[in-house]
């Protein structure tokens, strides 16, 4: 449904994903000259992405109602959802850019040896023999990104779609993922292996992968919550 939607809504939707992508090939070219900050930065650059989604869920939102969907009408979400949208904006950068600080002091607690380049960073980093600073790394952005994925699996569409305060669209979103446990566990698998392709081509993939992943997290948001009690945003 996502491909769908992505086809149907061409234009504006690949707009969302080259906007992502020069994002990505920006903080990729800044994190090339400051190694250190690379991993936490990029990671963090992901951890926003539900955000950046906005527009896709309206033009979604447009297309179920037998619309046809314009980039004007993405502009226009972010004005409807402006106050919760933004509580949530602020609360995902300061996660990501609390994981960058973490990432950081990581790096220097650490790793000794001074990180010039690639080589450098792959040696001392990833395969750093006697110390498990990759794996602790990883273990703990897993952590950290699965309490992100709980919070916004389907929290900003639902602000986007619905009269809601944001806590309330956060516990909201946390109930449906725990509630439906292993469908979700697989969304998020998805998501991941979908982000790391579009990370392995140097960011472009973003272009494709944030338009499909955000349009069917509309659907998945359609699918896993009753909001018809709920009054619509104007």
Same mark, same amino acid.
């Given at each position: 449904? *996502?491909?769908?939607?992505?086809?149907?809504?061409?234009?504006?939707?690949?707009?969302?994903?080259?906007?992502?992508?020069?994002?990505?090939?920006?903080?990729?070219?800044?994190?090339?000259?400051?190694?250190?900050?690379? =991993?936490?930065?990029?990671? *963090?650059?992901?951890?926003?992405?539900? +955000?950046?989604?906005?527009?896709?869920?309206?033009?979604?939102?447009?297309? $179920?109602?037998?619309?046809?969907?314009?980039?004007?009408?993405?502009? @226009?979400?972010?004005?409807?959802?402006?106050?919760?949208?933004?509580?949530?904006?602020?609360?995902?950068?300061?996660?990501?850019?609390?994981?960058?600080?973490?990432?950081?002091? &990581?790096?220097?607690?650490?790793?000794? @040896? =001074?990180?010039?380049?690639?080589?450098?960073?792959?040696?001392?980093?990833?395969?750093?023999?006697?110390?498990?600073?990759?794996?602790?790394?990883?273990?703990?952005? *897993?952590?950290?990104?699965?309490?992100?994925?709980?919070?916004?699996?389907?929290?900003? =569409?639902?602000?986007?779609?619905? /009269?809601? /305060?944001? $806590?309330?669209?956060?516990?909201?979103?946390?109930? !449906?993922?725990?509630?439906?446990?292993?469908?979700?566990? &697989?969304?998020?698998?998805? +998501?991941?292996?979908?982000?790391?392709?579009?990370?392995?081509? &140097?960011?472009?993939?973003? !272009?494709?992968?944030?338009?499909?992943?955000?349009? !069917?997290?509309?659907?998945?948001?359609?699918?896993?919550? /009753? !909001? /018809? *009690?709920? =009054?619509?945003?104007?």
């Amino acid at each position: 449904m *996502g491909v769908q939607d992505f086809v149907r809504a061409f234009g504006p939707s690949l707009f969302h994903g080259f906007i992502v992508a020069v994002a990505g090939l920006a903080i990729l070219t800044v994190g090339l000259r400051v190694w250190y900050v690379l =991993p936490g930065a990029v990671s *963090g650059f992901v951890l926003v992405a539900p +955000i950046i989604a906005t527009g896709l869920y309206e033009l979604s939102r447009r297309l $179920l109602r037998g619309e046809r969907p314009l980039l004007l009408h993405a502009f @226009a979400a972010w004005r409807r959802g402006t106050r919760p949208l933004v509580w949530m904006g602020l609360g995902l950068a300061i996660a990501a850019t609390a994981w960058v600080l973490v990432s950081s002091v &990581l790096v220097a607690l650490f790793v000794k @040896a =001074p990180i010039t380049g690639l080589e450098d960073f792959l040696r001392h980093v990833v395969l750093s023999e006697g110390s498990n600073l990759f794996w602790l790394w990883i273990a703990l952005g *897993g952590l950290g990104a699965s309490f992100v994925f709980a919070a916004t699996a389907v929290s900003v =569409p639902l602000m986007l779609d619905r /009269d809601i /305060d944001t $806590l309330s669209a956060v516990l909201t979103s946390v109930r !449906a993922v725990g509630e439906n446990p292993v469908a979700m566990a &697989l969304w998020a698998a998805i +998501i991941m292996a979908l982000t790391v392709l579009a990370m392995a081509t &140097l960011m472009l993939g973003f !272009a494709f992968v944030v338009p499909i992943v955000g349009h !069917a997290t509309w659907h998945a948001y359609r699918d896993l919550v /009753d !909001a /018809d *009690g709920l =009054p619509a945003r104007h």
